[in-house]
């Protein structure tokens, strides 16, 4: 994709499946990337693989200070910030059972970790002319999801934190946008199924128009495309990368007058 040869980004949780995708995804294109993760074997392992245009930097997004070391590492390793991924968060979520130290850790990082890398480069993306954010939301933004309450409402904070972000970045020439993936694989399902993918799909398939849950390098892809040059006059939107999930509604994909004459 043009536009992202040379630049630099950081990517938010990029040591694991999607996030490891979306850091692949910018390597091949020729971008150097950082990755900010807690997870030291999986980013370094990442790393080590793509080499010496990509640097792990361990980073807990509840922490100011390491935020702040993350970007000195990526602006003195590679010469300035023009792009920031969000992805990174926490699927701390027992409903009504949670604790308000588990509302608090989750909004901590899933939303305000976010924040605070975004004011750590601002001023390294100016320096640059400008840059691009895409923030992780999820279609569990959109919708009631059984038993789930704060992975959902940290992630609908998240669609409207982007909109006010590109309103007040715009002068700045920084765009910001968000992705809102559907069922993809990722490091959840893979614990959650001991890695049987078409389990999975068997599981989460109906609840989308392509009857299949999504690849990690389906949104990454959509991801390198808010950044690049074809995006150039796309801010303050969402991008649902969910395989039909957002637009197929409670009847899914199934007629369902024919059943009353069953």
Known sequence: MDGLKSKVSIVTGGATLIGAAVVRAFQREG???VIADVNEPGGQAVAKELGKDVLF??????D????????ERAVSTFGGVDFLVNLACVYIDDALNSTRKDWLDSYNVNVVGGVMMLKA?????IKRGGGAVVNFGSISAKVAQTGRWLYPVTKAAILQLT???AMDLAGDKIRVNSVSPGWTWC????DLTHGDKAKT?????????????GEPEEVAQAVLFLCSSHASFITG??????????????EMAAPAIPKLME
Do not use: W
């Open 163 to 165: 909109r006010n972000e």
């Open 31 to 33: 971008a150097k990337v």
């Open 201 to 213: 799909n068997r599981v989460g398939g109906p609840f989308h128009l392509l009857g299949r849950v």
């Open 57 to 62: 930097v361990k980073t807990d997004l509840a």
């Open 121 to 125: 480069v601002r001023s390294h993306m």
């Open 237 to 250: 939107t969402d991008l649902a990368v969910d395989g039909g999930y957002s637009a197929m509604g409670p």
């Open 187 to 190: 490091r959840l399902m893979d």
């Open 64 to 71: 100011d200070a390491q935020i702040a070391t993350c970007v």
